[in-house]
């Protein structure tokens, strides 16, 4: 579905930018596009996992930022300015991405915390033991390779 919207989105930026362009900028403009769509996701289910449903900002600039080096790269190439890159803008996604994953860790890890704090740390262990036991016997008998 994510796929299907950033390709939805990527003709109208290309449109924008002409005949001008060549076969990687094409690539990385729809690229850029798949990954605001996923980035976009991941935030609204980081914000699900918060008690408070609050918003962490940092991914949010990180993509204003991306979207402003894709809008910065169009003007200079009007410009004859040949120097323009869509680079600048594939690593604030890479970073709005990872500041997601880190933001969603830490809520993750706090309810898991939440949820724990009810019970003794043996039978916290116990459960732990029992759990890593079954997921390694699939590991351990499996053939290796």
């Known amino acids: 579905m994510m796929r299907e919207h950033g390709a939805k989105i990527a003709p109208c930026l290309l449109a924008l930018r002409g005949d001008r362009m060549n076969t990687l900028d094409h690539e990385q403009i729809e690229k850029l596009c798949w990954m605001y769509g996923r980035i976009k996701h991941y935030m609204l289910k980081a914000e699900e996992f918060g008690l408070e449903h609050k918003t962490y900002l940092q991914p949010r600039l990180e993509l204003f930022q991306a979207l402003d080096h894709m809008m910065s790269e169009y003007f200079l190439e009007q410009l004859d300015d040949k120097t323009g890159s869509l680079n600048g803008a594939m690593k604030h996604m890479y970073t709005a991405f990872f500041?997601?994953?880190?933001?969603?860790?830490?809520?993750?890890?706090?309810?898991?915390?939440?949820?724990?704090?009810?019970?003794?740390?043996?039978?916290?262990?116990?459960?732990?033991?029992?759990?890593?036991?079954?997921?390694?016997?699939?590991?351990?008998?499996?053939?290796r390779k």
Do not use: C, G, H, Q
């Open 99 to 143: 500041d997601i994953a880190d933001w969603t860790i830490k809520e993750i890890r706090r309810l898991v915390i939440m949820d724990l704090k009810r019970y003794s740390p043996d039978v916290i262990k116990t459960a732990f033991l029992n759990i890593t036991a079954e997921f390694a016997r699939p590991l351990m008998n499996s053939p």
